[in-house]
């Protein structure tokens, strides 16, 4: 298996990265997450951080073969300012709100089983350790992986949609169920969205981190109503769907308005510099 990611590797290196080469890039590396995962929680083995530290560890020997800079460019830091730091995280905050509803009216349609989750993760007892290997290693890994490799490599090959959708479709394909499969995917497009607009897998992986947080620590859905339409189904308040909606909004059209604004400042060096007419 090893040769055969070696070989994959190597050929991915040498060659655009096309749909087929992602989807088996994938299934070799999350194999190697959800095998580990699924082994130490089978056992109820307390194991701590191990296995997100040899699916990061996979993650990073993946980028490293890929090309000797590979890893260095994918984690390049590039300086974001507060007020477009504030707008994805806006922006962010909405969107949890709309794929929780989502997330709700998906589950009224196709409710999740009696206790298929059981035996899928062993959440550790420490506060600490629900951070790291909840929030924290996962942000960082399955970026660098999905962002940092994979969306960036498509943006070579394919149209910035194309490469954005595929990428967040894997995302979410890799999941391995439906129920968080197709908030992954809506995930995956906003996070895709944002690393091709500002070029940084660093906001990526801290907004990944706080929704994994929010996820751990929050009711989800963050509210549930019962009334004679709802029953008991979990559903939103309106008003908290519509402050969702606002917040994405609010968000995206503060993104646009400073990404016009850098823009108009660029050209007017320009033209001081003589290089525009």
Same mark, same amino acid.
């Given at each position: 298996?090893?040769?055969? *990611? ?24 999350? =194999? ?20 997100? $530290?040899?699916?990061?560890? @996979? ?7 890929? /090309? ?15 007020? @477009?730091?504030? /707008? ?21 349609? *196709?409710? @999740? ?5 059981? =035996? ?15 929030? $924290? ?7 660098? #992986? ?7 490599? #498509? #943006? ?16 979410? *394909? #890799?999941?391995? %169920? ?33 929704? %994994? ?11 549930? @109503? ?32 400073? /990404? ?18």
């Amino acid at each position: 298996m090893l040769k055969k *990611l070696y070989n994959l590797i190597d050929t991915i290196h040498l060659d655009p990265l096309t749909v087929k080469k992602a989807i088996l890039l994938c299934f070799f590396v999350m =194999g190697f997450r959800f095998a580990a995962g699924w082994l130490f929680s089978k056992f109820h083995i307390s194991v701590g951080i191990i296995p997100d $530290l040899l699916f990061l560890a @996979v993650i990073l020997l993946t980028a490293r073969m890929m /090309g000797r800079d590979e890893l260095r460019r994918i984690l390049a830091w590039r300086d974001v300012p507060l007020a @477009v730091f504030a /707008g994805v995280m806006i922006m962010f905050s909405g969107l949890d709100i709309i794929t929780s509803e989502l997330y709700n009216i998906f589950n009224i349609l *196709l409710p @999740v089983p009696d206790n298929f989750f059981d =035996g899928w993760f062993y959440k550790p007892r420490s506060v600490f350790l629900i951070i790291l290997t909840g929030a $924290l290693l996962p942000g960082i890994s399955e970026e660098i #992986f999905f962002r940092g490799i994979i969306a960036r490599r #498509f #943006f070579r090959a394919y149209s910035p949609v194309k490469s954005i959708l595929v990428s967040a479709a894997l995302f979410g *394909l #890799f999941h391995l %169920n439906p129920w968080q499969a197709v908030n992954a995917f809506y995930f995956g497009i906003f996070l895709g969205w944002i690393y091709r607009r500002y070029k940084t897998i660093w906001l990526c992986m801290f907004t990944h981190a706080c929704h %994994n947080f929010l996820v751990d620590f929050m009711p989800y859905p963050y509210i549930a @109503v019962k009334n004679a339409y709802y029953l008991e189904m979990w559903r939103h308040p309106l008003w908290f769907d519509i402050m969702g909606l606002l917040l994405f909004a609010f968000g995206l059209f503060t993104l646009i308005v400073l /990404g016009r604004k850098k823009q108009a400042e660029q050209t007017a060096a320009k033209i001081n510099k003589g290089e525009i007419k």
